[in-house]
């Protein structure tokens, strides 16, 4: 009960960070950490780690067995998600792990596959912009995949980024391990600042992809839809709505124009905690169920 009311009293206080969620740029369900670190800090939520259940067309609800978890810091930064499934019967489970500098930026982001570790490190410049990223496979020096220590890194490319601004617009050159440009990407911005375009430019050949975004009228992300070579019909489109605190409730997949995909996401009334995610496959109409049992810190 003391953490019920401790909870309503936070959420009382931090109106601004009642979205557990942040969606601001179209980062949920990605593996960019998309938890408001803020609101995360306020409740004091150590983790919140889910059972998965599934159902068939005009079947029952069975437990897969799975299990999905996502561990936060005391600062509110992600720092751990783990998903656990069977390979050829036998249970495996795939770490991705976080962390991040003194301004709360993601500098490594970690995860675990059948061949080890693998990494991409990140640097940036002082205004937070992204200016060099670099992929390695990494040994651990652990028996436990949960508890890494790194032993042996091996770099097998590097990337690096140059900015450059023009008004409402940000042109981004990528440059490969040997300091080569070989991509570009425009960052097209409307009077308030919104991103409403993203093009992006293969220089060697040419060929070009693009994405659109748009809000509704509270601002937040409405729908994104994903473009290749200037056509008018879009390959993706990703939709979203929100509840009154800004919580994202629901999230539509299209594929060519067609709904594949329908997730729904139920929170805790008195603490706004994401509780339950529902998924429906529309092709298979397979529902994945995961409900979620949240963890606090003392």
């Known amino acids: ?35 408001n670190e803020k609101y995360i800090r306020s409740v004091k939520l150590k983790s919140i780690t889910g059972t998965i259940s599934s159902k068939k067309e005009l079947g029952a609800i069975k437990s897969s067995g799975k299990k999905e978890a996502y561990i936060f810091n005391e600062k509110g930064n992600l720092t751990i998600h783990y998903l656990s499934s069977k390979t050829k019967n036998k249970p495996d489970t795939t770490f991705t792990f976080y962390e991040y500098n003194l301004k709360n930026e993601n500098t490594i ?23 060099n990223k670099t992929y390695s496979r990494e040994k651990n020096a652990s028996k436990s995949k949960m508890n890494f220590k790194l032993e042996e890194k091996y770099v097998i490319f ?6 450059e601004n023009k008004d409402s617009i940000i042109e981004v050159t990528t440059l490969n391990s040997n300091g080569r440009p070989y991509q570009r990407q425009i960052y097209y911005y409307d009077s308030f600042n919104y991103l409403f375009k993203i093009h992006t430019r293969l220089l060697i050949s040419n060929s070009t992809k693009y994405e659109k975004y748009t809000y509704n009228d509270r601002g937040f992300l409405k729908s994104i839809q994903y473009f290749n070579n200037e056509n008018e019909t879009p390959i993706k489109e990703l939709r979203y709505d929100y509840d009154e605190w800004g919580n994202v409730t629901f999230m539509d997949e299209y594929k060519d124009n067609v709904r594949v995909i329908h997730k ?12 339950t995610i529902l998924s429906q496959d529309l092709v298979s109409n397979l529902i994945t169920i995961i409900k979620y049992k949240p963890e606090f810190y003392n």
């Open 109 to 131: 982001f970690r995860v675990s596959d059948s061949y080890g570790f693998y990494s991409y490190s990140k640097k940036y410049n002082d205004l937070g912009k992204l200016i």
């Open 1 to 35: 009960m003391n953490r019920v009311i401790l909870l309503l009293f936070c959420l009382s206080i931090n109106q601004l960070f009642a979205q557990m969620i942040n969606n601001e740029s179209g980062q949920i369900f990605t593996e960019t950490p998309f938890f």
């Open 158 to 163: 590097q990337e690096s980024y140059l900015y």
């Open 264 to 275: 729904e996401l139920l929170y805790d009334p008195s603490t706004l905690i994401l509780k």
